[in-house]
């Protein structure tokens, strides 16, 4: 999501979601492991995040307005209604977890505070959205971790964190 415009994360993780939706319903086995609750969001809604829900970025009103880089506002060819029945259902069958501060943060860098709500945010909007909680947190391609992150973790209400980084060369 990094290296592209908001737009085109967000057509691409629809797409995906898409996909593997269909697979949870063929496969009732199946289970899946979702994160990137912002693009979560805005596929379900219909429309871009706000800035609630923006991680603090230079380019953050032109995500909030819902525009890209020398691009018009965002094309939504899904039907968001029908994806969040699909996402609930398949939350409510156990089939998907929802995991995840709002974005993945840099763990070194920002206040204490700030961490904070990444987790306070991201369980809300996951209850108020989808009926549970997230209990896990995650941080994939971190530079390392604050040494505060465990106990801030616990107070927002997560038991765990799925973090790790691996070398090119394994």
């Known amino acids: 999501e990094w290296i592209t415009t908001f737009g085109r994360s967000l057509r691409r993780f629809v797409s995906v979601l898409e996909r593997v939706l269909a697979r949870l319903e063929e496969e009732p086995a199946e289970r899946f492991l979702l994160d990137g609750?912002?693009?979560l969001a805005a596929a379900l809604d219909g429309r871009a995040p706000d800035t609630a829900m923006v991680y603090g970025s230079p380019y953050h009103r032109l995500y909030t307005a819902g525009l890209e880089l020398g691009h018009p506002g965002l094309r939504r060819p899904?039907?968001?209604a029908e994806l969040r029945r699909r996402v609930r259902d398949a939350?409510?069958?156990?089939?998907?977890?929802?995991?995840?501060?709002?974005t993945q943060p840099d763990t070194n860098l920002p206040a204490g505070e700030a961490?904070?709500?990444?987790?306070?945010?991201?369980?809300?909007?996951?209850?108020?959205?989808?009926?549970?909680?997230p209990t896990v947190a995650w941080n994939l391609d971190s530079f390392g971790q604050s040494a505060q992150l465990p106990q801030i973790l616990i107070q927002c209400g997560y038991d765990a964190l799925l973090?790790?980084?691996i070398a090119p060369t394994e």
């Open 37 to 39: 609750i912002p693009l």
């Open 78 to 80: 899904w039907d968001a």
């Open 115 to 133: 961490l904070v709500r990444q987790g306070l945010v991201a369980r809300r909007w996951v209850r108020e959205n989808l009926g549970v909680e």
């Open 163 to 165: 973090a790790f980084r």
């Open 91 to 102: 939350v409510e069958r156990g089939q998907l977890e929802i995991v995840g501060t709002f």
